[in-house]
Nanobody
Framework: VQLQASGGGLVQPGGSLRLSCAAS????????MRWYRQAPTKERELVAT???????TYADSVKGRFTISRDNAKNTVYLQMNSLKPEDTAVYYC?????????WGQGTQVTVSS
């Protein structure tokens, strides 16, 4: 199984970006899908989770600004990020759990700066 993340880039404060992460390979059923991020000199933190039933949860720092969603037919998870702040700058990683196995994407850089 491979994960391909895309959608990162440079955006001004207050702007928006949409991240995508597509899983490919021998996939039967994806359970949990998540987005993490890691800023320079900081530990990786969980940003958002969506269950296989489509129930989302968010870190307090992004509630009301970010929306996680998934397309099970495409094995893809999305992260819509609105009202971006400089402190959202980080490398964003997607994660999926399939059966008992964990898979990570390669990371996509998000930079929020004027």
């Amino acid at each position: 199984v491979q994960l391909q993340a895309s959608g990162g880039g440079l955006v001004q404060p207050g702007g928006s970006l949409r991240l995508s992460c597509a899983a490919s390979g021998r996939i039967r059923s994806i359970k949990t899908m998540r987005w993490y991020r890691q800023a320079p000199t900081k530990e990786r933190e969980l940003v958002a989770t969506i269950t296989n039933d489509g129930v989302p949860t968010y870190a307090d720092s992004v509630k009301g600004r970010f929306t996680i969603s998934r397309d099970n037919a495409k094995n893809t998870v999305y992260l819509q990020m609105n009202s971006l702040k400089p402190e959202d700058t980080a490398v964003y990683y997607c994660y999926v759990r399939i059966a008992i196995y964990n898979y990570w994407g390669q990371g996509t850089q998000v930079t929020v700066s004027s």
